[in-house]
């Protein structure tokens, strides 16, 4: 106990008075709200703030509710199918402006590869309603290629961050040495180039799912009659009353993020590799 | 012997116009087989841009490039028979220590059989056998740096290139690769070419070295010529120690190639004066003189007198730091003895030196 | 491999992609905002400033000639800058402790708290939404709470205010002020603290001219990185502030709904994309004007 007191009197200069506190209540008030929201997705009851007892009946209502499981379906079909072209394509991207040196016109394609990042959700939304309402009376097409293109571009830039930044860390002399041990410039990029790029591109393509996924207004905006994602779904339920079926289908989707998160926080941790 | 290298008016600029940037000029050279042979020179000297000209890497502005014969100027790397070890190592980090080393001969296209054979034998060479199966992240730097030889000689090249492949190693471990490397290069006859800046390294290791400035080679020869010869002043003061000193022509070409010099204190002494250079007598040139060429004597004798202004302490020897008489610096290198103690600063004492360590030097 | 043709042509598909659905559609935002609208929603081809002057302004409807400003527009306007600044103010205050406390964590259990804020920052924006309702509902834990331990009688009303619109933009983004703040203190030099203390500072001397300093881009990145979103926020005020708190976007998105004035929600977006760039221009000259010092 002498020992503990004498530690805690010790000076330490990374120590700020309150900082600590504030910091524990921060955690807390972040991660409070997500806790009451997936523990009241076991209630036996209705209600939202009273606890009744455990039941996984709500989980049941869920999966047995066709229209939670037509847009599941939906939106996990729509993140695979759009992350894979962003992927696709901010691989290549990542290609032609990382480790290239500079050239005439790279500022622009930087600017238009982030510019989703910059433009408000509703701005884009409202933009894409615009442009797909024209290209409807046009040609009459209202199929999901609508959905799958707006995805695509909006999951571009977050795919190209993890590629463009593994590539970044891969040393030119990799790429030398394979030519120095007579690797023509395809088989260096099939042997040393692409393997190594693997985890970024793994990331990009978990990012980009993920973002998918969470997309909700331009979803809104340029879904056509019957092609509601899981977030524009629940944003429709939300203004109702809701029970907690909605719990236990928020609770559903965060697991899949928080598998996701993990599994791109390992990727892009494991260096070197 | 026979040529295999042949570097003939070989320049190289970056940048065009009166931008550009001069990295090589004029390079004349030829490295005979199984020569171990040494680009030595301050960084941006230009000698890691020669290296990467004979790789490949990089292609001369002109000139020519043959290798045993064969003009591969316009050559890509992945065609030369020509293989390097980078200074970062650069081993494939998603690949084992023998898929490292068979790399290059799975890309030749050899059978598995051979390729399977030749990677134990290159793994015994740089007694790696154990590590086979590790990944370049999971073995030490010196372990790092023998892969990446064993991976270069695998698919046996007419020559090796070294981009000062032993910088990124600790003192201990970079004196006990030197010996390696010519162990190495004595076993299996290959022609060395090694990029240094580190002298030291250069004079023990090769046959032959070339001492580059700014693009150019100024000196070549093997290390003793190039330390006890330098032509010119950046030669002399880039390997070792040594004494410039200020001093007075009096009688030149007493023999072919000597001079008279005046010294400070009034005596003369006879130094060499090489045959490019012929100040006119009676002017100031610039003389040198290594500090451990120089012993001292009582007060009184020997050729300069001088007095002791501090003395270093290096362990195996002390260096003193001398006035001349006519106040021009001169350190003195002495071997540390237990029974000779250095002498205190304000003493004064004579300076004798061998007969040819005065030299006449190019400004 | 000598020209820059390749690299371009690695780009293009993305560029076309990023074109057509995009930047492509922003340019016939800012066309549409010219033009007259019609009559159930969508344009007609007729060059009018009709959309901007209603921005801003408003016609008697019995006699057109009589002008006056659009309050109601001009309140949301407000309302959105109030409400993003105080964000940005409240992100700032819980943020750079947060962080703090990460960066001087030992270097194993730093990653675990890292991943506990990069975690909220990854889920859905909508379901962040919903934990908060479900906390604040008349009916929700906080009341609830309250009511069971007798501090109140009956349940305060909480949603549908601007300060449940603050509380959930607030708790959405704050992860956007940590990270930031995070990074630009791990790159701090901690013996700059020490060499502070050693020359007598107090803490708050070091605090303020010692550690502030360093992570200063930090929190302008972080700040910048708040306030936009919060500009542009969308879903927060629609959940939780109700028709009464509506923001930009909401008025954005109601012209091409039930009010159906397209022209005036493209002159509306136009305005909230120049309200984002303007902060992004600002963010951009004092990174660049800080740089600019340090050279100097």
Known sequence: MMGCAVARSRFSITRLPGFGLIAILTFVMLYLPIVILVAFSFNEGISQSRWEGFSLQWYQAAFNNSQVRDVSLRSLWLAVTAASFATILATLAALGTTRVGRFPGQTMIYALINQPLMVPEIVTGIALLIFVAAIKVQTGYTGMGYLVAAHTAFCIPFAYLPIRARLETLDHALEAAAADLYASPIQAFRYITLPLMVPGILAGFMLGFVISLDTVVITEFVKSAGQDTLPTYMLGQLRRSVTPEMNAIATLFLALSLMIVTAFFFITRTRGR | MSQEIEITGLNKSFGQGAAAFHALRAIDLTIATGEFFTLLGPSGCGKTTLLRIIAGFEEPSTGVLRINGKDVTGLGPDKRPINTVFQSYALFPHMSVAQNIGFGLKMLGKPKSEIKATVAEMLQLVRMEAMADRLPSEISGGQQQRVALARALAPRPRVLLLDEPLSALDLKLRKEMQSELKRLQTETGITFVFVTHDQEEALTMSDRIAVMSAGEILQLGPPQEIYNAPVNRFVADFIGDTNFLRLRLRVKAVAAGEAVLELPGGKQASARLPASISPPVGSLVTAVIRPEQAEPTPAGQGEMQAVVASATFFGTDTHLHLLLDDAQGFVLRRQNRPDQPSPAPGTKLGLTFAPGALRVLED | ?296
């Open chain 3, 1 to 296: 491999m000598r020209g820059h043709g390749w690299k371009w042509l690695l780009c293009t598909p993305a560029l076309i992609v990023l074109l057509l659905a995009a930047s492509g559609p922003l340019l016939i935002v800012a066309v549409y905002s010219f033009l007259s609208p019609g009559n159930m929603g969508g344009v007609v081809w007729d060059f009018s400033l009709e959309a901007w002057f209603r921005v801003f302004f408003r016609r008697d409807i019995f006699e057109p000639d009589q002008v006056e400003l659009n309050t109601a527009h001009l309140q949301v306007f407000w309302r959105s800058v109030w409400l993003s600044l105080q964000t940005t103010f409240i992100c700032a205050f819980l943020g750079f402790p947060t962080a703090w406390f990460i960066a001087t964590r030992p270097r194993h259990t730093r990653t675990v708290w890292l991943f506990l804020i990069t975690i909220p920052f990854w889920t859905n924006l909508l379901i962040r939404t919903f934990a908060i309702q479900e906390m604040i509902r008349n009916n929700g834990t906080i009341n609830a709470v309250l009511l069971w331990t007798g501090v109140i009688d009956s349940p305060i009303q909480m949603m549908f205010t601007e300060f449940a619109v603050l509380l959930g933009m607030a708790y959405v983004f704050l992860p956007l002020m940590v990270l930031p703040l995070y990074a630009a203190m791990e790159k701090m030099d901690f013996s700059l603290v020490e060499a502070g203390y050693d020359l007598y500072a107090s803490r708050l001397n070091v605090l303020w001219h010692v550690i502030l300093p360093q992570v200063k881009p930090g929190f302008i990145a972080g700040s910048i990185l708040v306030f936009i979103p919060a500009i542009g926020a969308y879903v927060t005020p629609r959940i939780l502030g109700g028709g009464r708190t509506m923001m930009l976007g909401n008025l954005i998105a109601l012209q091409f709904g039930q009010g159906r004035n397209w022209p005036l929600g493209a002159a509306l977006a136009l305005l909230m994309l120049v309200m984002v760039v303007g902060a992004l221009i600002f963010y951009l000259r004092v990174v660049g004007r800080n740089d600019g010092v340090r050279r100097g």
